[in-house]
């Protein structure tokens, strides 16, 4: 909690992004979380990413359900469209706006709670329906607003704040999105932002239905020892698999010279997800191979970090369902609504 | 880069830019905030204690702390850090008088000061209090020197200054007035224990070019010509004046004259408005008055009519830096005549020392100055010490105070038989927690974006009715109120203990201005181009911490641009990040490091 704004003044030698903006210009109303919420972090990394890809606050939609997480959306980009739903219900949003609206960019911020708990089936069909939206869920293995009991993605012999070891299963997202068929699955930590502003950056920029699980320690009730959430568990344990930079289209590609296991993935607009040290054996864009990755990691205690799968063939929902490709909001009314006697010819078909 | 040293006190000290820049040092964002607060006699002694002359320094002050200041760098526009100490002079208890006992019984040692102006005042103030026998010799009726003679009292009032004055006089001061001392040698044979020499810059610069001699009578030295209006002595000038030069003193020239019947007022400048001497908010003052500022004229002789000086004759110049020497050159496009009735010589002074003997022990330099030491202000005769402008030629009044304080330890090391340069006192710190609760600073950490306060001045017309009328009325209890909270408050610095941090980035996520990176260590080159902002103020510190507990990369701020508003560590889940008031503690006379703020 923090009492007074955020001061009014910006380091002038940081300059402004091709819309002319500056960085502060994408912050919200100042964070009322913990101090040293991993959340926030993620807040930081979201507006550095959308000031960086230059996209106009007016375009990017904002959607969140309940918990510590759903608080986020209004910590960024004050001038973006913001929806903040029911517990769980966040995907359902995203998926009804995304349907009226297909230009805007998305971002669903939802927490371990919210996605794997209560709103598990939601999760599970925006991902089946491939929204085109990013979707970050940030991870911390507790229920933070009702005083730290163990939410569903706590790890077996993990120790709440009192030592108490869980004792249930967790539910792994990122394993649950590969399985699921998400086109984009990532797994960042808020701690790590050279890591994590790439991922958002390719995750906003990617076509369809983009994850990001982000780890993000809970200060106040899960950063003990004895935590698998912690900062310092996760510091210990973490295991980036696949470095990645972010390659905007138009961007001169500068990289150093070849170092064996460099690959580019170019996405559905020209820019480029480029893979820095990829594994030999490891295949980014081949769901079994990630799988076989991720797994094999994380039974050797890690915590696998970094774009471990990416599909850039570029399909989304509306690609599935043929839909208009002008968003129905900038249709006239007359389209919209062509009228009862379109509707009893339409009907006629169907005799 | 190794660890910041913070228990070295010039580390926080740099930080407080106005402090740093200031000559004596003085607490200024503490008595601001004692202004801020109402306490303004607290403000007033705690500005006394380091620069002795608040009323009068609040009115002259040539504020080198104003283009230190850092809310120059965040708005553009520094705190009036002069005019608020002006507000705390001027609003104190003038009842509430905090000055040291002096002893009645003296410690024998009896010092003889020449001049009493600022700088031997000081020696005054710090050795009366030891019970030291102070006695000066001064060649006008008055005390105060420059403060007095050169500055007008358009701009200093002189209760201020006698007020000020009388302070250290009361202190059982002897001055023998009207007495101008001849001869080094005859002073010394009088048995003194030490001699102190502040005799200022007292001869005006000549500009010896064709016509001065025969033109003398309407050619005056400025400094000379504003004693001669301050003692009465001339009460008039001609309707056309040119001033010669454009320094501080030349500001003064031409005001005055425009108040002795002046009407059509130009200043010459040789070169161009970025190379002038006179401080910005002097030349906006002349301006205000309706005096030309003329630039790029060169005097090349003095006009005469039948005896009487008639005109100037200038040449036209533009100046180009030379490539080899790298010094600027002119070039003369042509000449003009400007007509004129009196001149005044502003451009410069000298220091003058015909009466100090070069047999008796001082060397002297190819300038003809004494040696003196940088550090203790002695002379290479044992017991003969040089202070203000007599030391190294023209200051100003702070640096006068400053040299006083210095020579004032130097005398009394002296005095007592201890080194001038081991047995100084060293500066220390206190540096205290500035946490009062959950969001609750013991400063007003909140930015406040009010632009600095114009100075309120006397109408144009009122002004010139008499001499005396001071011009700036002071700020009032509102621009007083806007413009203590312009103060960032740098001397509530962001202390950082690395052992506690668990790199959560929430101290980096916060800053307003991006002055914090966790990174890997290097080089400062090299860690200034990696950090969050561009770090490329050189002339401000990197502070680097020690290797964090998770991680091993270090905690990098960037003091540049920090406005203290405290919000790493209220963000700081750990404390790791600590907002801590730094107090310098200056050493005087006598003493161990002081603590200023306990007066």
């Given amino acids: 909690m923090t009492y007074i704004p955020k001061p009014a003044v910006r380091h002038p030698g940081l300059g402004a992004n091709e819309l002319g903006l500056h960085m502060r210009d994408y912050e919200g109303t100042i964070s009322t979380l913990c101090a040293g919420c991993g959340h926030d972090s993620v807040t930081a990394a979201v507006i550095q990413a959308f000031y960086e890809l230059s996209i106009p606050p007016h375009r990017i939609a904002k959607m969140s359900g309940i918990g510590c997480s759903a608080k986020t959306p209004a910590y960024f980009v004050e001038q973006a469209h913001g929806f903040n739903g029911v517990h769980g219900r966040m995907p359902a949003l995203a998926t009804g706006a995304n349907a009226a609206n297909r230009d805007l960019y998305y971002i669903g911020i939802s927490g371990d709670g919210d996605s794997l708990s209560i709103g598990l089936g939601q999760f599970c069909h925006a991902i089946r329906r491939n929204v085109n939206m990013l979707y970050v869920l940030e991870n911390n293995g507790v229920y933070g607003l009702t005083k730290g009991q163990f939410s569903a993605s706590a790890d077996i012999g993990s120790r709440s704040k009192r030592g108490v070891p869980n004792k249930s299963e967790p539910i792994d997202p990122v394993a649950l999105a590969l399985t699921l068929g998400a086109t984009f699955v990532a797994r960042g930590f808020s701690g790590d932002k050279q890591q994590l502003i790439p991922l958002l950056k390719a995750g906003l920029m990617h076509k369809g239905f983009a994850f990001i699980d982000v780890i993000s320690p809970c200060v106040t009730f899960n950063d003990h020892v004895g935590s698998t959430k912690s900062y310092l568990y996760t510091r210990h344990h973490g295991h980036e698999l696949v470095p990645v930079d972010f390659v905007p289209i138009r961007s001169e590609i500068s990289a150093p010279s070849n170092n064996g296991g460099r690959t580019s993935i170019t996405m559905h607009d020209g820019s480029m997800v480029r893979f820095r040290k990829v594994p030999e054996d490891y295949d980014p864009t081949d769901r079994l191979s990630a799988y076989e990755h991720y797994r094999s990691l994380q039974n050797r205690g890690e915590v696998v970090t970094g774009l471990l799968y990416l599909d850039p063939s570029g399909e989304d929902m509306h690609d599935d369902n043929a839909t208009t490709s002008t968003p129905l909001s900038e249709m006239s009314h007359e389209d919209l609504c062509p009228g009862s006697e379109q509707m009893d010819a339409l009907m006629e078909e169907f005799r | ?599």
Wanted: glycine share 8%; aromatic share 8%.
């Fill in chain 2, 1 to 599: 880069m190794q660890p910041t040293d913070v228990s070295n006190p010039d580390y926080y000290h740099k930080v407080v830019d106005c402090q740093w820049g200031c000559p004596a040092h003085t607490n200024v964002p503490e008595y601001i905030r004692l202004i801020a607060n109402g306490r303004y006699t607290d403000s007033y002694w705690l500005n006394r204690s380091s620069n002795v002359f608040p009323g009068i320094l609040g009115r002259t002050c040539d504020r080198p702390c104003e283009p230190a200041c850092r809310r120059t760098r965040i708005d553009g526009k520094p705190v009036a850090i002069c005019r608020l100490k002006r507000v705390a002079a001027d609003l104190r208890d003038p009842t509430d008088d905090r000055l040291p006992e002096i002893p009645v019984v003296k410690n024998g040692k009896r010092i003889a000061l020449v001049g009493a102006g600022p700088a031997s005042l000081t020696v005054c103030n710090d050795l009366m209090p030891l019970g030291y026998e102070c006695v000066i010799f001064e060649a006008l009726d008055r005390p105060g020197g420059l403060m007095r003679t050169n500055i007008p009292a358009f701009r200093l009032p002189w209760q201020v200054l006698d007020e000020e004055i009388d302070m250290i006089l009361d202190m059982g001061v002897k001055v023998h007035y009207s007495t101008r001392i001849e001869s080094m040698k005859a002073l010394l044979e009088e048995g003194y224990d030490a001699v102190f020499v502040g005799t200022g810059a007292p001869k005006g610069k000549e500009l010896n070019i064709p016509g001065r001699q025969e033109a003398a009578d309407n050619i005056h030295i400025g400094i000379e010509w504003l004693e001669s209006v301050h003692f009465g002595h001339v009460d008039s000038i001609g309707e056309r004046v040119l001033v010669i030069g454009v320094g501080n003193t030349a500001m003064d020239c031409c005001r005055s004259s425009k108040r002795l019947g002046g009407v059509d007022i130009k200043v010459m400048a040789r070169k161009s408005r970025p190379y002038f001497k006179a401080s910005p908010w002097e030349l906006e003052d002349a301006e205000e008055e309706l005096v030309e500022i003329v630039e790029n004229y060169s005097p090349k002789r003095f006009v005469l009519e039948d005896g009487k000086l008639v005109g100037m004759e200038f040449e036209l110049v533009s100046w180009h830096e030379d490539e080899e020497s790298g010094r600027l050159k002119a070039t003369v496009h042509g000449t003009e005549i400007l007509p004129c009735d009196d001149v005044i010589l502003a451009i410069g002074q000298d220091n003058a020392f015909p009466w100090i003997e070069r047999d008796i022990g001082i060397e002297f330099n190819h300038w003809e100055m004494p040696e003196v030491d940088r550090t203790t202000f002695m002379t290479s005769r044992e017991g003969i010490f040089v202070g203000g402008d007599a030391a190294w030629g023209p200051e100003n009044i702070i640096w006068a105070v400053e040299h006083g304080h210095q020579a004032a330890i130097s005398i009394h090391n002296y005095c007592q038989g201890l080194s001038l340069t081991e047995d100084r006192p060293p500066q220390d710190h206190n540096l205290i927690s500035a946490k009062m609760g959950m969001h609750e600073w013991a400063y007003s950490n909140d930015y406040n974006p009010s632009a600095r306060q114009k100075m309120q001045h006397v109408e144009l017309v009122r002004r010139f009715e008499e001499l005396s009328i001071e011009v700036e009325m002071g700020f009032d209890a509102e621009q007083t109120a806007r413009e203590v909270e312009r103060c960032l408050n740098c001397d509530i610095q962001t202390h950082f203990e690395a052992k506690l941090c668990i790199e959560c980035d929430a101290c980096i996520d916060i800053c307003p201005v991006h002055c914090l990176t966790i990174t890997v260590n290097g080089d400062e080159p090299d860690l200034r181009s990696r950090l969050m902002a561009p770090a490329e103020n050189l002339t401000q510190d990197l502070m680097v911490s020690e290797g964090l507990p998770q991680t091993g990369r270090v905690m990098v701020k960037d003091e540049d641009l920090c406005v203290h508003c405290g919000l790493c560590a209220e963000r700081c889940p750990t404390a790791a990040w600590d907002m801590r008031k730094f107090e310098l503690l200056i050493p005087y006379a006598g003493q161990e490091a002081a603590c200023p703020s306990q007066v």
